[in-house]
């Protein structure tokens, strides 16, 4: 599903509103002609759709971000998924005032970059990656991951995000990243390690494992590149149940 198919940005249109308009034959803003809707509704339709077109032709993706209710922003994904950057991080613990971040991941484009505290992870190589994304992606990083890379590196992160966590709830799948896929059949090279594991890790490699250190960041990395074909499955889903099933 598109940014295109969608008039729930609009004020006064709801979800019924919009399958209403789907079911007669209004699947894409070039189909709206306004016949289906009151006059007012569709002034303020032919409006939305001549200033989103302007700003898809831009790539601004935050002005669909502040129009779409939170959960319907898996609706901007295949706009923008080879600009969509899919992030995960490892840290020493879960609070952040007290905790480090030890790693972070970052996939886009079939590209998986792994930053490591003390070596290559500052806040000018991840800002540099933040800025470069269109839709940012993470799997419980609204709770978790953003908030610790805005209090250990005071990182901009403002850019549209999609927390994969709550659509897949959305679709009866729960549980952390690990059991969704387990759910799925999305597959892992190490799929017995886990967060606790990731604490364990970085300790062992502070005394002196390097090997330790290999196994933090292929989980890291693992973590994040998993979050694409979970994205694609959610998008995939979401875009049967709401908009293939009502017209």
């Known amino acids: 599903m598109q940014i295109e198919n969608s008039f729930i940005p609009v004020r006064g249109v709801g979800e ?9 034959g209004v699947t894409h803003w070039d189909e709206f002609e306004g016949e289906v809707v009151g006059e007012t509704l569709a002034e ?63 996939h886009r484009d079939g590209e998986t970059k792994t930053f490591v505290k003390g070596d290559d992870l500052t806040a000018d190589r991840l800002q540099t990656e933040l800025d470069a994304a269109s839709l940012l992606v993470t799997f419980n990083g609204k709770r978790f991951d953003v908030p610790f890379l805005e209090t250990c590196y005071d990182v901009d992160a403002s850019m549209p995000h999609v927390d994969l966590m709550y659509p897949c709830k959305k679709l009866g799948l729960d549980g952390g990243l690990k059991q969704v896929e387990r ?19 970085w300790n062992e490699y502070e005394r002196g494992d390097e090997e330790a250190l290999e196994t933090l960041i292929e989980y890291n990395r693992d973590d994040t590149a998993n979050l694409e074909p979970l994205m694609e499955v959610v998008s995939s889903r979401l875009h049967e149940t709401v908009f293939e099933a009502n017209w």
């Open 183 to 201: 759910d799925l059949g999305i597959d892992r090279d190490k799929p017995d390690l886990s967060g606790r594991d990731a604490v364990r890790l």
């Open 44 to 106: 303020r339709i032919e409006s939305f759709i001549e200033d989103g077109t302007a700003h898809l032709a831009r790539g601004d993706m935050s002005f669909f971000a502040d129009a779409f209710p939170a959960s319907s922003h898996w609706r901007l994904y295949e706009n923008v998924k080879n600009d969509a950057c899919f992030l995960d991080i490892e840290t020493t613990g879960l609070d952040s005032t007290y905790n480090d971040v030890t790693t972070v991941s970052v």
């Open 16 to 24: 019924a509103t919009e399958r209403r308009l789907w079911a007669n």
